[in-house]
């Protein structure tokens, strides 16, 4: 079958891009990107966050319910924070060489750590007072605090580094799958022999207690118990004991979680310096070169989650069983490599004049990802905890208000920069990180 006059239009109208509209792509990019993360989020956000990943069994699995958790898990999780991360490291590079080229090496490390960690206190704001317990902003912070020394850095260096904390990040991933699989055997065997009434060893008797508190946490059962007992706590909460609540879910991800994965964003950091540096995130590259990553990241992304998405499914997201079935985590190499098709494609999508008109749109969310990142959780809280609507809505009827979000979000951004040079919290953090007043009207 031939393509159609305007199919044929579309792929030959292909203009060359500015450099103003390079940097354009980018925040096009964010934009995308920084919607894509509220997808995700609002799994978290509007129920227990034990359904993040997996399905409350109170509802339907099936229909509607299903098909949102397949479009989710099968092709946002991990890949919008991916390129949002990705962007945050060219980003990075972009505004240390403008502070060095105008200010010198002394003035653009002063700027670039105070801006730094205005971001770290934000993230505690977002993630303490706008009830969002998981905040990217802090262990962006935390994180972005090494970028600094690694800015001159060749783009082959750089990748270097990156790979290696991909290696190492799925080698540390992969190892608690593997506590996991030695806690489940050997709790199995000390709940035999138990069974059996023989005395159990001191060795024993811990395996077993670890035992039972893994399968706690990880068991369908577990889960939905856990999850039952989180919603019904929050929806009984006024602001203070919420407070409390969340409290304690954000002390566990910004320590302990933090500390098990601080090498996830940093590795894409250097990425994005990496793919900056080098041309691709610009263009620069043969078309050829796009093509290839495109196909390949996008299929065996897609074709991997098919298979893991299959087995979590069908073993009606029982940890346990994933945890005995998988030989190991292949989370991270899933993720980037899917993520990486993603980039090269929009890439390409952008060489051409009539997709590149349609990414535009998105242009003014990136520019304001500040404020429309935190008005998200602001929004959320609203909705969720103020209106009560916590615990209520099914799978899919999230994703309407996600869609009526992401509109606002479009509209108000591409209103709002038509009078004003930055978002209002944009202008906020600019002002604390320059200690100065910042121009804000046009």
């Known amino acids: 079958?031939?393509?159609?006059?305007?199919?044929?239009?579309?792929?030959?109208?292909?203009?060359?891009?500015?450099?103003?509209?390079?940097?354009?792509?980018?925040?096009?990019?964010?934009?995308?990107?920084?919607?894509?993360?509220?997808?995700?989020?609002?799994?978290?956000?509007?129920?227990?966050?034990?359904?993040?990943?997996?399905?409350?069994?109170?509802?339907?699995?099936?229909?509607?319910?299903?098909y949102a958790w397949v479009v989710e898990m099968g092709f946002f999780e991990g890949t919008m924070r991916g390129l949002f991360s990705l962007l945050f490291g060219a980003g990075t590079f972009l505004l240390l060489s403008r502070l060095e080229k105008t200010r010198g090496n002394i003035d653009a490390a002063d700027i670039y750590y105070r801006r730094i960690l205005w971001l770290l206190a934000f993230g505690l704001i977002n993630a303490f007072i706008f009830m969002w317990p998981g905040d990217i902003l802090y262990p962006y912070a935390l994180c972005g605090l090494v970028l600094f020394p690694f800015r001159n850095l060749s783009a082959g260096k750089l990748l270097l580094i990156a790979m290696f904390l991909w290696v190492f990040g799925t080698y540390r991933e992969s190892s608690v799958m593997f506590a996991g699989k030695a806690t489940i055997a050997n709790g199995r065997k000390a709940e035999l022999l138990q069974s059996q009434h023989k005395k159990l060893s001191k060795e024993q008797t811990a395996d077993l207690e670890k035992w039972k508190g893994f399968s706690a946490e990880n068991s369908s059962t577990g889960y939905m118990k856990k999850a039952r007992e989180e919603t019904a706590e929050v929806k009984h909460a006024d602001y203070p004991q919420l407070f409390a609540i969340i409290r304690g879910v954000n002390a566990e991800l910004q320590s302990v979680f933090f500390y098990n994965s601080w090498w996830d964003p940093l590795m894409l950091f250097f990425t994005g310096m990496a793919l900056f540096k080098s041309g691709f995130l610009t263009g620069d590259k043969a078309v050829w070169v796009y093509g290839l990553i495109a196909l390949l990241g996008i299929g065996l992304g897609l074709t991997a989650n098919y298979f893991i998405l299959n087995l979590i499914y069908t073993s009606r997201f029982d940890w346990i069983k994933y945890i005995e079935a998988m030989p190991f985590d292949p989370y991270q190499l899933r993720r980037v490599i899917q993520t990486m098709g993603y980039l090269s494609l929009f890439i390409l999508l952008y060489k051409i004049t009539t997709f590149r008109k349609m990414l535009n749109i998105f242009i003014p969310v990136g520019q304001m990802a500040f404020t429309n990142y935190l008005s998200q959780s602001i929004m959320a809280a609203v909705i969720f905890y103020a209106f009560g609507w916590y615990g209520e809505l099914q799978r899919y009827e999230v994703y309407g208000l996600v869609a009526a979000i992401w509109v606002f979000q479009i509209i108000f951004s591409t209103i709002w920069l038509k009078y004003f040079l930055f978002g209002p919290f944009e202008w906020l953090w600019r002002s604390l990180t320059y200690m100065k007043i910042q121009p804000f009207k046009k």
């Open 1 to 66: 079958m031939s393509a159609s006059p305007s199919a044929n239009a579309a792929l030959t109208d292909v203009s060359p891009v500015s450099k103003k509209e390079r940097i354009l792509f980018l925040d096009a990019i964010r934009g995308i990107a920084l919607l894509g993360i509220l997808l995700m989020n609002s799994m978290a956000q509007s129920q227990s966050h034990r359904f993040y990943d997996k399905m409350d069994l109170d509802q339907p699995i099936t229909g509607l319910n299903f």
